[in-house]
């Protein structure tokens, strides 16, 4: 079947900081991925995405790479600001245009 | 471009009573997805529709259902509430054309 799972949170980190959040799903056929974003009271916003292997998603300082032999697709960013305290999901899109989504993890930068 | 919006934005209603949300989609796309996202929680995916039919639904109970106008608009109606349908209720919008999916701002439902 189709599934995702990511690191589970929360995730505290200080401003500048590296991050790391940790990704992986199983499917059958070539999903596409994703990573959607969700500030405090409001619905999802997408992030980056990636279509096929090797392919690199960027947006904001955000970058994720879609590992086919790895089955991962973990977001990084160099240095985070408190503006990206938020919860963060993968995704993945299956054959058939269904979606499925991680459980969130939750960031919170620290000045 | 207009996003994807829902109505109305915050809905209290007491147990055994009858909600129903809606969900107005990007222009231009025939996809609907509805997800409840409970408190601390992530997202449970309860149905999709595309072009007016149901093309799967979540493991949610049958008082969970909904429709596709031929606009394309939703409607998810959700029936003998519980306490525990208390949640916000995403709605997405897709196309057949685009890889991913539009959210809209949610409906926070309450049961008292």
């Known amino acids: 079947g189709n599934s995702v799972t990511q690191m589970e949170g929360p995730v505290t980190l200080s401003e500048e900081a590296f991050l790391t959040i940790n990704c992986t799903y199983t499917a059958t056929g070539y999903p596409s991925l994703f990573w959607y974003v969700q500030y405090p009271g409001e619905g999802l916003q997408l992030l980056l995405k990636?279509?096929?292997?090797?392919d690199k998603g960027s947006n904001k300082g955000f970058e994720a790479t879609y590992r086919k032999e790895t089955t991962s697709f973990h977001l990084e960013k160099g240095s985070v600001q408190v503006s990206d305290s938020a919860v963060y999901f993968c995704?993945?899109?299956?054959?058939?245009?269904?979606?499925?989504f991680g459980t969130g993890t939750s960031l919170t930068v620290i000045p | 471009e207009a996003g994807v919006t829902q109505s109305p934005t915050h809905l209290i209603k007491t147990r055994g009573q009858q909600a129903t949300l809606r969900c107005s989609p990007i222009s231009g796309h025939t996809s609907v997805y509805w997800y409840q996202q409970a408190l601390g929680l992530g997202l449970q995916f309860l149905l999709w529709?595309?072009?007016?039919?149901?093309?799967n639904r979540g493991n949610f109970p049958p008082r969970f259902s909904g429709r596709q106008f031929p606009n394309y608009s939703s409607e998810l109606n959700v029936n003998a509430l519980e306490l525990e349908d208390s949640a916000l209720y995403l709605c997405a919008s897709s196309s057949w054309g685009l890889v991913e999916q539009y959210f809209g701002p949610g409906t926070r439902l309450t049961v008292t």
């Open positions: 990636a279509t096929k292997a090797d």
């Open positions: 529709y595309d072009e007016g039919e149901e093309r």
């Open positions: 995704a993945l899109r299956a054959t058939g245009n269904q979606f499925y």
